[in-house]
């Protein structure tokens, strides 16, 4: 009885084992991965299924005996026997990505892990081989899109720097255009000014000549009177005279202008005795003041040395003119200062009035052509707006400069140097 239920027992646990070997032979055959047994001691292969021999591109009766390098697992016997040397200390060992060369040359690449496994009386090692070859494939397409990316964005730099500094270039030019239109603007605006001022000129010319002018045809028909007394004879003559410097004047300085714009005006030098200039400068002018209530005074710095200079005295006496005229025509009462100074270099002269004064804002401008303080204007409808814009040009001409210093209702200083370096001693 005991013996024929173990001899059931055998029985069944003969069949589990045929059951097992069938399914374990049915997964071995169908697997996806490539494997294969070898003998631990001599490492040749006992079984390959397949997948492997596939692979492989051998028989597997031409497999099966074989040891890996011969069929294409490793490149030579030495490393195939130092893998089989590390699998033997650690009973493992792994290959990340491996090349196999199949029979027909074709290269596949796996992943190759073994283990060694007690089966039966004996030990056997378990090759699992695994085509990677998708995976390695789309590993290569990643790199190599990385590197056109990489490729991309050393162009799309290269590029950005280029747009850049096209960029800058462009914003200079843009900005260069900015600065010539607005010099154009500029341009624009000062030839639409002076175009205004030129016609206010012309406009105000043509009252300044016909003033004059009418005064010496008005009073040349009445000295033709036959009846005219003497003394109104002599009272006519002198207005006659006195338009007729006037009409001169104008007729001078729209002269002096002209040449000054064109560039033509020149500076005729000799010698200049300056005290004696300034003493005829007095004497003409204290005949002009003893009209109105101004007094003048001439200030020499050096009134008994005789101070002689190379220069054009003609147009010193026409700076004078102008700036004492001024003085005169803007001082209804007051006093009228006129001198030089001698400096290192220079010689500095002045003409100083206890005048109307000049507001700092109109300082600069009326050295300019053709302007006027806009309020003495209409106060003083008297001259062309000329005379400072000329003695400026002559100053310049002779190698000086010409300033004002004046304050509104308190005065006026007018100061112009020319260089003393032409001193004859
Ligand atoms: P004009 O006297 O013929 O108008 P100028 O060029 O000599 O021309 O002078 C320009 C302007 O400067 C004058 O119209 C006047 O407004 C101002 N000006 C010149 N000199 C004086 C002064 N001494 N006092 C006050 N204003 C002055």
């Not at 195939?80 to 290269?107: C, H, T, W």
């Not at 006037?246 to 500076?267: N, R």
């Amino acid at each position: 009885m005991q013996e024929s239920s173990n001899k059931n027992k055998a029985v069944l646990t003969d069949n589990k084992l045929v059951e097992s070997e069938i399914r374990y032979r049915r997964l071995f055959e169908s697997a996806k991965d490539g494997i294969l047994i070898l003998d631990f001691e001599s490492g040749k292969i006992l079984d390959a299924n397949p997948f492997i021999i596939k692979i492989i591109g051998l028989p597997l009766d031409e497999t099966i005996g074989k040891e890996l390098w011969e069929i294409g697992l490793f490149s030579n016997k030495e490393e195939s026997e130092l893998a089989f040397i590390e699998l033997k200390i650690n009973g493992y060992i792994r290959f990340e990505d491996m090349p196999i060369q199949s029979q027909n040359g074709k290269v596949t690449n796996v992943e190759f892990i073994s283990n060694v496994y007690p089966e039966n009386q004996s030990i056997v090692i378990q090759c699992n081989i695994r085509d990677i070859s998708e995976r390695v494939l789309a590993e290569k397409a990643i790199r190599k899109s990385e590197q056109n990316l990489q490729k991309q964005n050393t162009e799309y730099a290269k590029l950005n720097k280029e747009y850049s500094s096209l960029n800058e270039e462009l914003t200079k030019s843009i900005n260069q255009i900015h600065h010539i239109n607005n010099d154009l603007i500029i341009a624009k605006d000062k030839a639409e000014e002076s175009d205004k001022l030129k016609s206010a000129f012309l406009a105000n010319m043509s009252h300044e000549i016909r003033t004059p002018m009418n005064a010496i045809m008005g009073f040349s028909e009445f000295i033709s009177d036959p009846e005219l007394s003497q003394d109104n004879f002599i009272k006519y003559i002198e207005i006659i005279c006195a338009s007729s410097q006037q009409l001169l004047t104008i007729v001078s300085d729209i002269i002096d202008i002209s040449k000054i714009e064109a560039d033509q005006f020149s500076i005729e030098t000799a010698i200049v005795d300056i005290n004696l200039l300034m003493n005829e400068l007095l004497v003409t002018y204290k005949k002009i003041g003893s009209f109105s209530k101004v007094k003048l005074h001439l200030s020499n710095d050096s009134p008994d040395k005789p101070i002689q200079i190379l220069t054009d005295g003609n147009r010193i006496k026409q700076i004078f003119n102008n700036l004492l005229n001024n003085a005169i025509k803007f001082t209804r009462e007051g006093e009228i200062e006129f001198g030089y100074e001698l400096k290192e270099n220079f010689i500095e002269f002045y003409v100083q009035d206890s005048g109307i004064g000049i507001a700092p804002e109109n300082q600069s401008i009326i050295f300019q052509r053709f302007r006027q303080v806009e309020s003495n204007k209409k106060q003083l409808n008297e001259g062309n707006g000329l005379g400072l814009s000329i003695s400026k040009a002559l100053v310049e001409k002779m190698g000086g400069t010409i300033r004002v210093n004046s304050e509104l209702d308190e005065g006026s200083k007018f100061v112009f140097t020319i260089p003393y370096t032409n001193k004859i001693e």
